[in-house]
């Protein structure tokens, strides 16, 4: 995992959220049994993961959690901008 400035937004808003956060890469076993998975980067901003190397992640669609932190670091940018 990169620090980058998108990545430190999202996991600040998301403990704004009162979300738990854990920051480690996750073990190959336990994607099976995932709820729902993002990525973060400067140009895609979040981007749901809903597949990886033949396992899909919960229901194969972006999950709520994931559609709220979009959202949220979509609204931070719009008040940084202003």
């Given at each position: 995992m990169l620090k980058g400035t998108t990545r430190a937004a999202i996991i600040e808003l998301a403990r704004q959220e009162g979300y738990?956060?854990?920051?480690?890469?996750?073990?190959?076993?336990e994607l099976a049994g995932a709820c729902e998975a993002f990525v973060t980067g400067s140009?895609?901003?979040?981007?749901?993961?809903?597949?990886?190397g033949g396992?899909?992640?919960?229901?194969?669609?972006?999950?709520?959690?994931?559609r709220r932190l979009s959202e949220l670091y979509v609204k931070y940018l719009e008040r940084w901008l202003e």
């Open positions: 738990t956060v854990e920051e480690r890469c996750p073990l190959w076993s140009i895609k901003m979040v981007v749901p993961v809903v597949k990886i396992i899909t992640i919960a229901d194969g669609k972006p999950g709520k959690i994931t």
